[in-house]
């Protein structure tokens, strides 16, 4: 079975920037994705990628983050720039591999319920 394995996650101040990482064990997924979930909140999506490589963000994190994929190291990346305090949070990798997606991430990512399968999530913490 597919599996993840998250890195990149660390302690930085407000403008810096991180490389999240998450390396799979395959590529069988129809769309995969990064989601989030800050202190005290509900998770929610960040960005999400599709097999054939169509992206799709969250507003919040528009113009600052960017989703990409090493086909060759089975790895997703996400680029997070121009960090901000209300990015903190714990940051996971998601996707779904045996389920039916319901609308294509050209027009928005997966709900949170469509993913089936997740990792177990990198921390990031910035501080202002």
């Known amino acids: 079975q597919l599996r993840f394995v998250e890195s990149g996650g660390g302690l930085v101040q407000s403008g810096e920037s991180l490389r999240l990482s998450c390396t799979a064990s395959g590529s069988d997924y129809t769309v995969i994705g990064w989601i989030r979930q800050a202190p005290g909140k509900e998770r929610e999506g960040v960005s999400c990628m599709s097999r054939h490589g169509s992206t799709n963000y969250a507003e919040s994190v528009e113009g600052r983050f960017t989703i990409s994929r090493d086909n060759t190291k089975n790895t997703l990346y996400l680029q997070m720039n121009n960090l901000k305090p209300e990015d903190t949070g714990t940051y996971y990798c998601?996707?779904?591999?045996?389920?039916?997606?319901?609308?294509?991430?050209?027009?928005?990512?997966?709900?949170?319920?469509?993913?089936?399968?997740w990792g177990q999530g990198t921390q990031v913490t910035v501080s202002s």
């Open positions: 998601a996707a779904i591999i045996r389920g039916l997606l319901t609308a294509p991430v050209q027009e928005r990512c997966p709900k949170l319920y469509e993913y089936d399968l």
